[in-house]
């Protein structure tokens, strides 16, 4: 796809589900680059909830309405998809002091291997600091109440997963 450019930006993760501080971020990622390729990760050391096509779809219709953002699945390492993209950097949100050590030592790593695709992180609004995808399963999966905290297709597939009828007020 050509040289890299930092005018495009992948932001990458599993998004086993998007939360709505991922939405966030990317939202925000937006309005400053060109493009935000929001890479869906099929290869994850996690056993996702959802399967890859399921992510992608759940993702596609939650940031639909957004032209400079592309949905798309991706395999191997992620410096490699960036390259093939025409990307020069890679997006990552932080959310905590507590993100920084594993971040940091990510962002080494890639550099080492592509000195030319640079990591920009962005801070997570405040309002979405203690949410991540597995705190939201954890409570979905007991019936807890995770409305506003994800992407309302994506709080309905919950439900529906596990088993969870939606309120009546819905």
Known sequence: MGS??????????????????HASLIQRGSQIFDHIVVAVANDTPKEPLFTIDERVQMAEAALKGTDNITVE?????????????????????????????????????NRKMKRHIQT??????????????????AAASLGGDIKGL?????????????????????
């Not at 410096?79 to 080494?108: C, K, M, N, P, T």
């Not at 992407?151 to 007020?169: I, M, Q, S």
Request: glycine share 8%; net charge positive.
């Open 4 to 21: 890299p450019s930092g005018k495009i930006a992948i932001y990458p993760g599993t998004f086993d589900p998007l939360t709505n501080g």
């Open 73 to 109: 699945p991706f395999s191997g390492l992620l410096v490699d998809y960036a390259e093939r993209r025409g990307a020069g950097v890679i997006l990552r949100g932080l959310r905590a002091v507590s993100d920084f050590e594993y971040e940091f030592q990510l962002a080494l790593m």
């Open 120 to 137: 920009v992180f962005l801070m997570t609004d405040y309002k979405w600091l203690y949410i991540s995808s597995t705190i939201i399963k």
């Open 150 to 170: 994800v992407p309302d297709n994506v709080y309905r597939r919950l439900r529906e997963k596990y088993g969870y009828p939606y309120p009546l007020n819905e």
